[in-house]
């Protein structure tokens, strides 16, 4: 399976300033996606970043907010833009390995942000 | 609407204990099921899956769980719990083929008493 991480681990942030997370796979994955865990909360999804097109956005999510960028096949970054402390969450990216893990997706550790 | 519903929010047993977890889920077609744990501070981890076929699945850690179609349930259960899984369980579904859109339910929570 593959093998993700994500950088940083944890920040601490001022309102209004942005913070660019990176995720980093150890093999080529087609699909990757990144989630939001606000706190005590369940997952959910904010976008889907497939290499080569523009990411796909769920509802309430929009990419002013959360631009995301997928350069290759092995790296995404997600920003969040202009944040208040709602945005303080612990944020995902996941990656669908395919092959004999075809339909599973592999999470990162997670990024915890806090904004004051 | 696409739903999953955990309807435990927090489970205590004890070491040794026997474990179920409930997770029902609402979905347009036969969805493919998950089950991640994510222990303090940690990323989430697949215990096991759902796609097609015998209904009773085999996952890691000793962990199962059982497909009811009927009940559009998928609960997790475990023998005998053991101190360290201690941990928020996640049950998830997605859509068979294509690519794996994942709903989360809300998570059950389990601590285990010594």
Known sequence: SAVISQKPSRDI???????TIQCQVDSQVTMMFWYRQQPGQSLTLIATANQGSEATYE???????????RPNLTFSTLTVSNMSPEDSSIYLCSVEDGGQHYNEQFFGPGTRLTVL | ???????????????????????????????????????????????????????????????EAEFKRSQSSFNLRKPSVHWSDAA????????????NKLIFGAGTRLAVHP
């Open chain 1, 13 to 19: 942030c001022q309102r209004g300033t942005s913070l």
């Open chain 1, 59 to 69: 509802s309430g999510f929009v990419i002013d907010k959360f631009p995301i960028s």
């Open chain 2, 1 to 63: 609407a696409q739903s999953v519903t955990q309807p435990d929010i927090h489970i205590t047993v004890s070491e040794g204990a026997s474990l179920e977890l409930r997770c029902n889920y609402s979905y347009g077609a036969t969805p493919y099921l998950f089950w991640y744990v994510q222990s303090p501070g940690q990323g989430l981890q697949l215990l096991l899956k759902y796609f097609s076929g015998d209904t009773l699945v085999q996952g890691i850690k000793g962990f």
């Open chain 2, 88 to 99: 928020e369980y996640f049950c998830a579904v997605g859509p068979s083929g294509g690519y």
